[in-house]
């Protein structure tokens, strides 16, 4: 029988729609706990994990096994918060916490054409929030116990989800 490696230190995967604040909310989350920081946008961008360049997305093909390859066996040590606006195609028994980040449609919308977003991109993310397509991707795709949506709108949100999740991650158990 093959023995399942124990990681010591969990793995949290922060999703939602781009522009809800999962690259802010990593940042500081990381800092605070001391795991290790993984945007999977730069990585697939500075490693080339694609296949090439979406031109009406406008957004790299992310290449998804290259991508799982990459990152097996950082995942198997633990400590990583990933940070990604997918979430189905990581192997489920990656992540011990997946945390749903959400936020207003009329602040969403402000935060995105801030970014430069129009058009499509932008009508496309407001829908991908309006109809909560990464929560029911996340519930679909991981055990129901270990999903969160937690409220993204405000800077407060942000300390009060950072202070959260910071706790969550020292008690955290290897046997959990
Ligand atoms: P994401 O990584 O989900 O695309 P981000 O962290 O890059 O989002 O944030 C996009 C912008 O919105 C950035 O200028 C920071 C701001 N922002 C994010 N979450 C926020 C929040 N809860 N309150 C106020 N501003 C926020």
Redesign the pocket.
Known sequence: MVQERRRNRPNILIT???????????TALAESTQLRHINIGDLVREKKLHDGWDDELECHIINEDLVCDELEDLMEEGGNVV?Y?GCDFFPERWFDRIVV?Q?ENSVLYD?LT??GYSGAKLSNNIECEIFQVLLEEAKESYPEDTVVALK????E??TTNVATLTDWVRNWQPSS
């Open positions: 939602g729609t781009p522009g809800t604040g999962k690259t802010t909310t990593s940070d606006h980040l936020t935060r801030r970014r993204s709108n405000t800077i949100d942000i």
